[in-house]
């Protein structure tokens, strides 16, 4: 079964501060696909990122960036120089499609950017 | 207009009614889905619809029913509503040529009372 694990329910970090948040998979899937979401206080979903497992290439977008690594089943989230807009509950999902059927979520962790 | 549209954004209903939260877009896929959010449980799968012909249950489909009405709507009632059904629900859709895994409406917020 897959499954996905964010181990930090809530993280709290003085603007301008780095802060990574974790993500562990499991599944037996040889192919398959991680993303990124971010929820920020309205509510609404927001697409950050998608990698196949075939790509452990780490991703830069600007402040964002992602380290894949299969030997551990990580999917870790960097944000770096943190900003107050940054505030929001991130999720990490799988699926075993590119196009997201049947996405498994994490929990998902909580960031507040203080000022 | 969004792209994927649900109504109502929020609602409060009593326990024991019969509500219906709907779902369309406009991004022409063929795959709808319903979840629901819980504090630390993250998105769970209700429903999902690969075409108007197809509906098939998620990991939580107890106490929901749904209604593939055209490819661009897909609505969830929940039968006869009580208070653990509170939560924050949300449609999505997605496509094989979308790079973007889900297209996620808004939400809507149910309170059950």
């Known amino acids: 079964a897959q499954k996905v694990t964010q181990a930090q329910t809530e993280i709290s970090v003085v603007e301008k501060e780095d802060v990574t948040l974790d993500c562990v998979y499991e599944t037996r899937d040889t192919t398959y696909y991680l993303f990124w979401y971010k929820q920020p206080p309205s509510g609404e979903l927001v697409f950050l990122i998608r990698r196949n497992s075939f790509d452990e290439q780490n991703e830069i977008s600007g402040r964002y960036s992602w380290n894949f690594q299969k030997s551990t089943s990580s999917f870790n989230f960097t944000i770096t120089a943190s900003q107050v807009v940054d505030s929001a509950v991130y999720f990490c999902a799988l699926s075993e499609f590119a196009y997201g059927q049947n996405f498994v979520f994490g929990p998902g962790t909580r960031l507040s950017v203080l000022p | 207009d969004a792209d994927v549209t649900q109504t109502p954004r929020n609602r409060i209903t009593k326990t024991g009614k019969r509500i219906m939260l709907e779902c369309s877009q406009t991004k022409g896929h063929d795959r709808m889905y319903w979840y629901r959010q819980d504090p630390g449980l993250g998105l769970r799968l209700i429903y999902y619809s690969f075409d108007v012909k197809d509906i098939n249950k998620g990991e939580i489909s107890d106490g929901y029913s749904v209604s593939r009405q055209a490819q661009a709507k897909f609505s969830l009632s929940l039968e006869s509503a009580i208070p653990n059904q509170t939560a924050l629900y949300f449609c999505?859709?997605?496509?094989?040529?979308?790079?973007?895994?889900?297209?996620f409406g808004s939400g809507t917020r149910l309170t059950v009372v």
């Open positions: 999505a859709t997605s496509d094989l040529d979308s790079d973007y895994g889900y297209t």
